[in-house]
């Protein structure tokens, strides 16, 4: 659905590592790979690269001050990387639901949801919007709402690097923000992620976190608890081969969705999300929803008659709060992400999917939807 894209530069900037030998979780692919994503995001920004995006939203929340007994408001629509690590630090994650227009965070629900926890005696600690699929939320909204009742902004943007809202990019707009290079993403370390801020003293802090909490000292001392979460040099090195070509995969990316909305348009009962103005999505995924009743098809018929042709695609993500290990966690919302689950469908989307590829999965839609 969304595999590795090496550009070719990679392989010299992980021969560098090797020839010389810094093949550690620190050295000059670091540097640079965070140096790289700083400039992309707009040069104002300050980056922590560390081993994964889960890390990098733990912490983020360690940073925020979340603890034991803490309430953590989440979008639930999202993957479960998004909510765990509330769990982490033994606070409780509240689910708010999404509008239709995005999939993401609902500002009214989240509101909504603000003042119930307070009411109920709980000021949350933090709120997580996710863009998910590339898709900005409606992260301007979200921030006011945010900000009126003074709660930090975690924003996890790991699906979501290269989109942007009137020009600034997603990535930069949380307290604290939370990039992925996991193997499916826009681009990819093979594993990997970073913590992104404007305030360079927290970057500093979650590098010192990320390798272990050593004091400066000659010997080993502690005072924090620390964490091994710090991005390998080598890893790095395929990390600044990948940025030098992140504009090509957002292309290449947003290329594949406008295909499909082509096909999509003669099929009634098929609709996609759209970008609001000033919206830009990195199209990391194309996403569709099937309507049953107009379609005659269900998302289910689509997804098994492409698997049977071994074509990859995915149900959209399981609402949190539907999942058993979250469920009897607050929820906030009118069952809109319900719904996409249900209806929709994540269409192979790689930026390495060929024409063949593609004219495969056509025909096997066209088939299913006449
Ligand atoms: C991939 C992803 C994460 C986690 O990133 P990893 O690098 O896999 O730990 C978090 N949130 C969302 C929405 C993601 O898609």
Known sequence: MSSPHMGGGEQQFVNEAFSSNWIAPLGPNVNGFEQDIASYLGGHMHVAALSSGTAAIHLGLILLGVGPGDEVICQSFTFSASANPICYLGAKPVFVDSEPE?????????????????????????????????????????????????????????????????????????????????????????????????????????????????????????SHIGYNYRLSNVCAGIGRGQMQVLQDRVNRRREIFAAYKSVFAGKPGISMSEELPGYFSNRWLTTILVDSDIAGVTREDLRLALEQNNIESRPLWKPMHQQPIFENYPYYGDCVADKLFMQGLCLPSGSNLTENDFERIISVINEVLG
């Open 102 to 222: 995005t999939w993401n965070m609902s500002p009214e629900w989240l509101e909504a949801a603000i003042k119930d926890r307070m009411a109920k005696g709980k000021k949350p600690k933090a709120i997580i919007p996710v863009h998910l699929y590339g898709m900005p939320a409606r992260i301007k909204e979200i921030q006011a709402v945010a900000d009126k009742y003074d709660i930090p902004v975690l924003e996890d943007a790991a699906e979501a690097l290269g989109s942007s809202v009137d020009g600034q990019m997603c990535g930069t707009f949380g307290r604290f923000s939370a990039l992925s290079f996991n193997g499916n993403k826009i681009i990819t370390t093979s594993g990997g992620g970073a913590l992104v801020s404007v305030d360079e003293g927290a970057i500093k802090k979650a590098t010192f976190l990320a390798t272990q909490a050593r004091d400066n000292a000659p010997h080993y001392q502690h």
